[in-house]
């Protein structure tokens, strides 16, 4: 009997080669920018993987999206 699988929670929609270069450029403000956007969790795309993460940064309404 198959198991039904939850889906990934939201992340950013930019392709996986940016959000890998802009976390190895900057990490920290990109996860907090992540948090803020897409609450926590939020799943993140490296190049070749798919990485759900949690942030304890606050959600405001004004900070640009990743």
């Not at 990490?27 to 969790?41: I, K, S, T, V």
Request: proline share 18%.
């Amino acid at each position: 009997m198959a198991q039904a699988v939850a889906p990934l929670p939201p992340g950013p929609k930019t392709p996986a080669v940016w959000q890998l270069l802009r976390y190895s450029h900057s990490p920290l403000p990109f996860l907090e920018a992540c948090g803020r956007c897409y609450g926590d969790p939020f799943t993140i795309r490296f190049a070749g993987s798919v990485s759900p993460s949690r942030s304890n940064a606050y959600r405001t309404p004004s900070s640009p999206c990743p």
